[in-house]
């Protein structure tokens, strides 16, 4: 690992595979990153005073973005900041993250969101955030989102818990209509979860755990769909897991409507069977589901309907992932592990090729966020992410630059990974 932090010079990026989908490229080129932007591409490119590396059997993509991670600062720093959770998405291989606003205070208003947006500069990734859909995010009332997307809120969401009440919904989805910002909700049907630990089913019946049905995910998923169509607003629906879901939102697509959604690794990769193995490292929400809603991630992969891929990185310490399995909070980290997830059973299990891996970890989000990125053409800002799409490794949560190591995944063997990143023409991690 090496980190920088004076003024980068020009940075030739020498003999990588450049794989760019917005603009059909895939060949074996140079990249010149200087001032920030993509300056040209090509292989005669010289200039004195030049930083040049080698990449050489590497993939050279447009950096990847994570539009769902939790840094927990402010309120939280016991869990993660600012400053460790942007290395560890660095590590990870994204030159961007979009937070979630369940932190302690909430941002909930101009003044809020640009107190984040100051505090971020410091990450040595781009580090966006979401603004709560409601005040305090406590469902009451509607924030003044306007307000707030001028201040830099890149989407809204009230995540850890849905926006419950239809009125408030609908009026953020107008909102949404007339700014372009998407509502980002966590769709959840509370009524119906109540003391709920796990995915209902025969596990959690087994277990005599109170179950999560998936209903009560795709109820409010059917609601909001509904507002969507009133509206025109963008919704762009949070870590979807169940079979039903996929069918709701391939429904909503075909109908025309802005409707987009995310993937977890987790929930394309395991079921609730593993809940009774793992513990409370497979204590998240949504829950982990039965195997054919996973196959139905996978499929809804392959056709599109998923748009993107995101990872809900989700800090705990361990002390409070040790509590009971009732008792210990919901989530896993994923910054550091998901690319090697998507590259060993997406990309190499033939689910995804290379161009849509890139397309649902960059090309997409930057579309639907609006954010910087997603392309790496001449003048486009210059965040790259280097794959080696082969290199074997395994997962060490020891070695994570995240805070907290609350992963399932300790020990599992990789086949490919992000080894350098690439933020403004800057190289903040390499392997
Ligand atoms: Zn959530």
């Known amino acids: 690992m090496s980190q920088q932090t004076s003024a980068p010079r020009p940075?030739?990026?020498r003999g990588g595979r450049l794989v760019d989908p917005a603009a059909n490229r895939d060949e074996t080129t140079d990249l010149l990153l200087r001032d920030g932007v993509v300056a040209a591409i090509g292989q005669e490119v010289t200039m004195p005073d030049i930083e040049e590396v080698d990449v050489t059997g590497l993939v050279v993509c447009p950096g990847f973005i994570d539009a769902h991670v939790h840094l927990r600062e402010p309120g939280f720093e016991h869990k993660e900041t600012i400053k460790t959770g942007a290395e560890a998405a660095a590590a990870g291989g994204f030159t961007s993250?979009?937070?979630m606003p369940n932190t302690a205070p909430p941002p909930d208003s101009a003044t809020r969101v640009a107190d984040l947006v100051e505090r971020y500069q410091a990450g040595c990734v781009r580090i966006y955030p979401m603004g709560t859909v409601t005040g305090e995010r406590a469902g009451k009332g509607l924030a003044p989102l306007q307000q707030m997307a001028a201040a830099g809120a890149v989407g809204f969401s009230d995540d850890g818990d849905p926006v419950e009440d239809e009125s408030l919904m609908r009026r953020a989805l107008q909102v949404a209509a007339e700014t372009g910002i998407p509502i980002a909700p966590h769709e959840e049907v509370k009524s119906l979860t109540t003391g709920g630990c796990m995915h209902e089913g025969d596990v959690s019946r087994r277990l005599g755990f109170i179950g999560m049905p998936g209903l009560a995910e795709e109820q409010m998923i059917a609601r909001d769909i509904d507002l969507v169509r009133e509206t025109g607003g963008p919704l762009h629906i949070l870590h979807i897991s169940t079979a039903g879901t996929v069918e709701l939102v391939r429904e909503a697509k075909a109908s025309g409507l802005p409707v987009t959604c995310e993937v977890l690794p987790h929930h394309f990769l395991m079921t609730h069977e593993q809940v009774e193995s793992l513990g409370t490292a497979a204590k998240m929400s949504p829950p982990l589901r039965e195997q054919a809603d996973v196959d139905a991630m996978i499929a809804g992969l392959k056709d599109?309907?998923?748009d993107t891929l995101a990872t809900d990185h989700a800090p705990h310490t361990a002390q409070e992932k040790a509590l009971p399995f009732l008792e210990a909070p919901m989530g896993i980290v994923g910054l550091e592990t998901a690319i090697g997830h998507t590259l060993t059973h997406l990309l190499h299990g033939g689910v995804l090729d290379l161009a849509a891996v890139i397309d649902r970890?960059?090309?997409a989000?930057?579309?639907?966020?609006?954010?910087?990125g997603?392309?790496?053409q001449v003048g486009d800002v210059?965040?790259?992410t280097l794959l080696d799409l082969h290199q074997t490794w395994t997962v060490d949560s020891s070695r994570f630059h995240s805070?907290?190591?609350?992963?399932?995944f300790d020990g599992q063997s990789m086949r490919g990974r992000a080894v350098g990143t690439i933020v403004g023409g800057r190289l903040v991690y390499q392997i």
Not at 365 to 372: D, E, F, N, Q, S
């Open 97 to 99: 993250i979009v937070t």
């Open 382 to 384: 210059a965040d790259v």
């Open 403 to 408: 805070k907290s190591t609350n992963t399932p």
């Open 374 to 376: 997603g392309r790496l």
């Open 361 to 363: 970890w960059s090309v």
């Open 304 to 306: 599109g309907t998923i």
């Open 365 to 372: 989000p930057a579309r639907i966020l609006h954010l910087a």
């Open 11 to 13: 940075l030739l990026l």
